[in-house]
């Protein structure tokens, strides 16, 4: 009895692929290297990727700068990490993407020496006057109030004579006025010189926002366009 339950059993071996044609021979320790070496590749390539993208957004939008001095006080410190919107700089027919507005924060060139690089206040527009009496400034004759600035550090109150605009160029000055090396004593800033505009500050941890855009009534000066000349006016010029 127990040899012809014997005879019955099959026995078991190895699997051949000739039993089935379905049946895949597959090597675990194998399968697991190709596994392991394509999450490997495929980790990389995100990673790639990701570089690739923050390295284009720093060189085409957005670029950290730190603050260096305390020409801006109390709304930057010395030390601060900004990001600046570089959508300022590129054009596209003529047309700024991101235009520059009085009482935004800017990062230029410095005009004297390019090779520094200074953080303000944009104060005049292109086509405005502008003129310091006892530390207030007025903009084509009216009164601009800049509610961001602190009476500890503008206490020294100075005048300085009213100063044309011209196109493509901006007046700019530190929120510290005291102690502030700005468009009142070297002149004005040109467009290209004008890198980036600081939105965000993200060092400190005490301080890390957005920056405070300057506020303005609505009796505030609007820019003064720059009249279009007449043709017939250009050519009766050019006769003469």
């Known amino acids: 009895m127990f040899e012809l339950r014997g005879k019955n ?14 049946i895949d021979i597959v090597s675990l320790r194998s399968e697991s290297r190709q596994g392991i070496w394509a999450e ?6 995100d990673i790639f990727l990701i570089i690739v993208v923050f390295i284009l957004f720093g060189v085409f939008f957005v670029q ?41 924060i800017v990062v230029f060139w410095f005009p004297n020496d390019p090779d520094k690089s200074y953080v303000k206040r944009v104060i005049g527009l292109p086509g405005e006057n502008v003129e310091v009496r006892n530390g207030k400034v007025f903009i084509n004759g009216t009164e601009l109030k800049e509610n961001y600035l602190d009476a500890e550090h503008n206490q020294s109150l100075p005048s300085w004579p009213a100063k044309r605009v011209d196109e493509h160029h901006y007046f700019v000055m530190g929120d510290n006025r005291d102690n502030s090396s700005d468009s ?31 506020e303005y009534d609505s009796s505030a000066p609007k820019p ?12 009766a010029r050019d006769a003469r």
């Not at 026995?11 to 051949?16: A, E, K, T, Y």
């Not at 490997?40 to 390539?45: H, M, N």
């Open 40 to 45: 490997a590749l495929r980790l990389f390539r």
């Open 64 to 104: 950290p700068v730190v603050v260096e001095g305390t020409s801006m006080l109390p709304q930057l410190h010395d030390g601060e990490r900004l990001l600046v919107n570089k959508l300022v700089y590129y054009k596209i027919q003529s047309v700024s993407w991101g235009h520059i507005e009085r009482g935004d």
């Open 184 to 214: 009142r004593y070297w002149g004005l800033v040109p467009e290209k010189y004008i890198y980036g505009k600081a939105f965000f500050r993200y060092w400190r941890p005490a301080n890390v926002g957005f920056l405070e855009h300057g």
């Open 224 to 235: 003064t366009p720059t009249p279009t000349p007449d043709p017939e006016d250009l050519r």
């Open 9 to 22: 059993k099959h026995p078991f071996g190895p699997v051949d692929p000739h039993d089935d044609r379905d």
